[in-house]
């Protein structure tokens, strides 16, 4: 099994500020394609997916949101916080089964 | 416009079984990587099983032997059925369509609440 791991817990940080969210994986999760995703769930919401294979914006996803990253060490950055994005955030490996998330970080306002 | 909307959560006591449905619209189910996912109280998610368009399945080994992910194609709809239920299978049940070649989990239902307790 692949093990997810995200850093920090929790990130505070203010509107407009720039956040960098770190995800490692215990292996691989791929080698010419990285099957990595991010979520960005708020309260009471299902998650929404915000990057897939590393790198690559989700229909509809603001170009502030951005992933980069390979082999095991990735990265989402966002740019310049918006008060919408305050919210839990989850990275996931589906390059094999079981397909796991990482415990997520939390981004809440300082 | 791909919509899921899951059914069939509730209140069950340990030991029971219960079946959660996932009614799809808007994409073709049996063309598609399908997924369980769950999100216990205030906690991560936690991915439970897949099926796969040409009919595998896959499971976590928190819920091997005990859960069963099928389809009904004439319906287009998923289901997981869910046997010998214990205290820490309580969750937030969501259906996601995924994984897909290059894409994860990319449309999401908004979940059904399962809870077992005496």
């Known amino acids: 099994e692949i093990v997810l791991t995200q850093s920090p817990g929790t990130l505070s940080l203010s509107p407009g500020e720039r956040g960098t969210l770190s995800c490692r994986a215990s292996q691989s999760v791929g080698t010419k394609y990285n099957y990595l995703g991010w979520y960005q769930q708020k309260p009471g919401q299902a998650p929404r997916l915000l990057i897939y294979?590393?790198?690559n914006r989700a229909t509809g996803i603001p170009d502030r949101f951005s992933g980069s990253g390979s082999g095991t060490d990735f990265t989402l950055t966002i740019s310049r916080l918006e008060p919408e994005d305050f919210a839990v955030y989850y990275c996931q490996q589906y390059v094999t089964s079981p397909f796991t998330f990482g415990p997520g970080t939390k981004v809440d306002i300082k | 416009e791909v919509q899921l909307v899951e059914s069939g959560g509730g209140l069950i006591q340990p030991g029971g079984s219960l079946r959660l449905s996932c009614a799809a619209s808007?994409?073709?189910?049996?063309?598609?990587?399908m997924s369980w996912v769950r999100q216990a109280p205030g906690k991560g998610l936690e991915w439970v099983s897949a099926i796969h368009s040409d009919g595998n399945t896959n499971y976590a080994d928190s819920v091997k032997g005990r859960f069963t992910i099928s389809r009904d194609d004439s319906k287009n709809t998923l289901y997981l059925q869910m046997n010998s239920l214990r205290a820490d299978d309580t969750a937030l049940y969501y259906c996601?369509?995924?994984?897909?070649?290059?894409?994860?989990?990319?449309?999401w239902g908004q979940g059904t609440l399962v809870t077992v307790s005496s």
């Open positions: 808007g994409f073709t189910v049996r063309s598609n990587y």
């Open positions: 996601a369509r995924g994984p897909n070649l290059y894409l994860p989990f990319d449309s």
């Open positions: 294979g590393a790198s």
